[in-house]
């Protein structure tokens, strides 16, 4: 299922308890969460954070277990997480993925300015393995580790997840959150408003 516009997006997500926001780093994963946040009323719940509802604190995030932990006991989040993305098809049936889909050349080119060339894509690589027949290893290991994510996605992840929306970058634009590409020059890793020194998400 895609989005048609951001409309169209925040329509088919009403309703929904358990949101997770992914893709390729540096796909816009950011952005729409805040943007649903702020449009949904659900509560963000940041990647380098703990996971938490208003009763108890599940614990520290960054591994996808601790996500399916969280997603058994706790309810009406959005979860950001993209550096899950290789293990999509193992999110419980009652998460909606929203996934990020960004021009390959974009994402590249952000990844180079927020990381100086410096950021390292194999621990990306390895787990993007996932899925991928023998015989496409050669050209699979040729691929960025952009293309990786959405190959995985597209050719075997997707058809065995229960419920996803793929959304285009671009219909984030429409949103009064969205700062335009001329005003994000300076901007560091996870910054989404021009007033936030360092916001982790």
């Known amino acids: 299922m895609k989005a048609k516009n951001l409309n169209d997006l925040i329509e088919k997500l009403r309703g929904e308890t358990k949101i997770l926001v992914t893709g390729p780093c540096r796909s816009g994963t950011t952005i729409c969460c805040h943007i649903l946040e702020r449009e949904l009323g659900l509560t963000f719940i940041d990647s380098h954070s703990n996971y938490e509802d208003s009763a108890k604190s599940i614990g520290y995030v960054p591994t996808f277990g601790t996500f399916l932990n969280f997603s058994k006991h706790c309810h009406n989040f959005i979860a950001h997480g993209p550096h899950f993305h290789p293990f999509l098809h193992q999110v419980p049936k009652d998460v909606m993925i929203v996934f990020m889909r960004r021009p390959i050349e974009d994402v590249m080119a952000s990844t180079k300015r927020i990381f100086k060339g410096k950021w390292n894509s194999k621990w990306y690589d390895k ?5 991928v027949p023998f ?31 793929e959304v285009s970058y671009n219909i984030l634009k429409q949103h009064e959150l969205f700062i335009p590409k001329r ?9 989404w408003q021009a007033q936030t020194a360092l916001v982790k998400c």
Do not use: C, H, P
């Open 135 to 165: 015989g496409l290893k050669g050209y699979f290991d040729k691929l960025n580790y952009a293309q990786k994510t959405y190959w995985v996605w597209d050719n075997f992840q997707k058809m065995n997840i229960n419920k996803y929306i």
């Open 127 to 131: 787990r993007s393995r996932l899925g």
């Open 183 to 191: 005003q994000r020059k300076k901007f560091r890793e996870r910054q």
